[in-house]
């Protein structure tokens, strides 16, 4: 009788524990497990957790994609949802802008062709800010320069969708 009652308070102090683990209530799997003994040790153990996985999205590990909308580390520099890159539309240089950004962006407000292509040509980044956290071809296209909008697209350049 004695090893029964044993027995049966392990059972139940399993079930808590594992209950626990869990994220579940341990109050109420102690009574389960007091009350179905293996059985409800056998159930809790094969119900998932409850519990949020380690690197599930917050504030201060995660940013919100501007393209799709998917949340995704906040060290990324390409989204791993829909792969597009993260880096030039970092908070920061939202703010202040990029040096090749400024350039690329006066270019094209210029109407200036040619320097908009070969600042293409030397790397510039043709989504780069200028310091109104404006794109080249935000610029290009509210002056209807469709070339140099054309241009810019060729090269990758798009529509930042504008919060
Ligand atoms: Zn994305």
Redesign the pocket.
């Known amino acids: 009788m004695i090893e029964f009652v044993a027995f049966w308070i392990l059972m139940a102090g399993t079930c808590a524990v594992v209950a626990g683990s869990k994220g579940r209530s341990v109050i109420g799997w102690l009574l389960l497990g007091a009350l179905f003994s293996a059985v409800a040790l056998i159930v809790v153990a094969v119900m998932p957790s409850l519990k949020p996985a380690v690197d599930a999205p917050s504030v201060e590990t995660h940013k919100k994609?501007p393209?799709?909308?998917?949340q995704?580390r906040r060290e990324a520099i390409v989204?791993k949802?829909?792969?597009?890159d993260l880096g030039p539309h970092d908070e920061a240089l939202r703010l202040t802008g990029s040096p090749e950004g400024v350039a690329l962006v006066a270019a094209a407000e210029a109407g200036n062709w040619g320097s908009v292509f070969s600042l293409l040509n030397g790397g510039a980044d043709p989504n780069a800010l200028d310091s109104q956290g404006r794109t080249a071809l935000d610029v290009a296209e509210s002056r209807k320069d469709e070339q140099i909008a054309n241009l810019l697209r060729s090269k990758g350049a798009e529509r930042l969708p504008h919060d």
Not at 67 to 70: D, I, V
Request: proline content about 0%; some cysteine; glycine content about 10%.
């Open positions: 994609c393209f799709c909308a998917e995704v989204c949802h829909c792969g597009r």
